[in-house]
T-cell receptor, first 115, second 116 residues
Framework: GAGVSQSPSNKVTEKGKDVELRCDPI?????LYWYRQSLGQGLEFLIY????????KSGLPSDRFSAERTGGSVSTLTIQRTQQEDSAVYLC?????????????FGPGTRLLVL | DQQVKQNSPSLSVQEGRISILNCDYT??????FLWYKKYPAEGPTFLIS?????DKNEDGRFTVFLNKSAKHLSLHIVPSQPGDSAVYFC???????????????FGKGTKLSVIP
């Protein structure tokens, strides 16, 4: 079946502009995660959605970052007033129920470059 | 501070030989460990995992060893094949401890090159 998809695959923007990144999880997966990978770094947890529960936003680096998940499926990560340090690959993952031992299935990522 | 460390950014191995990728962690709450493999322009894909009640888990050519006292794990690939060339990420979580149990904490990755 279809895996996790993300769009756009690449995004170049100017400092100060807002960007929206989209994630389509695997159908039926109730848990959705956002990570980012800055150059030379490992993946950094940003936010977690599980079903109708309140999301865990503990990894968001600043209040310029927000995310929502509509209808328990598609998720959008929004970065307002982008800064150059926001340049990174933003990865979305999903898993069936959000249990800690479940495999997280990753999308190909969105490469964001802030000029 | 980095809670999961992969101190070798790269590793080159001859085809057919053993590849050993190492990972160290500092958070004693971690009780579940995973290896992910990543090709360029693709997302990471799950490779193998191990829980803290085991010290070894094997899946075909891939074996993960866990040394809890040393807070160290390693991934062995034998025999190594050119298709194994990728970046390997070590990750850890605390699924048995409750809060934030789903969060994966990743190392920076090791780029493996298998030379034909």
């Amino acid at each position: 079946g279809a895996g996790v998809s993300q769009s756009p695959s690449n995004k170049v923007t100017e400092k100060g502009k807002d960007v929206e990144l989209r994630c389509d999880p695997i159908s039926g997966h109730t848990a959705l995660y956002w990570y980012r990978q800055s150059l030379g770094q490992g993946l950094e947890f940003l936010i977690y959605f599980q079903g109708n529960s309140a999301p865990d936003k503990s990894g968001l680096p600043s209040d310029r970052f927000s995310a929502e998940r509509t209808g328990g499926s598609v998720s959008t990560l929004t970065i307002q007033r982008t800064q150059q340090e926001d340049s990174a690959v933003y990865l979305c993952a999903s898993s069936p129920q959000g249990f800690g031992t479940e495999t997280q299935y990753f999308g190909p990522g969105t490469r964001l470059l802030v000029l | 501070d980095q809670q999961v460390k992969q101190n070798s950014p790269s590793l080159s191995v001859q085809e057919g030989r053993i590849s050993i990728l190492n990972c160290d962690y500092t958070n004693s709450m971690f009780d579940y460990f995973l290896w992910y493999k990543k090709y360029p322009a693709e997302g990471p894909t799950f490779l193998i995992s191990i829980s803290s009640i085991k010290d070894k888990n094997e899946d075909g050519r891939f074996t993960v060893f866990l040394n809890k006292s040393a807070k160290h794990l390693s991934l062995h690939i034998v025999p190594s094949q050119p298709g194994d060339s990728a970046v390997y990420f070590c990750a850890a979580s605390a699924p048995y401890s409750g809060a934030g149990s789903y969060q994966l904490t990743f190392g920076k990755g090791t780029k493996l090159s298998v030379i034909p």
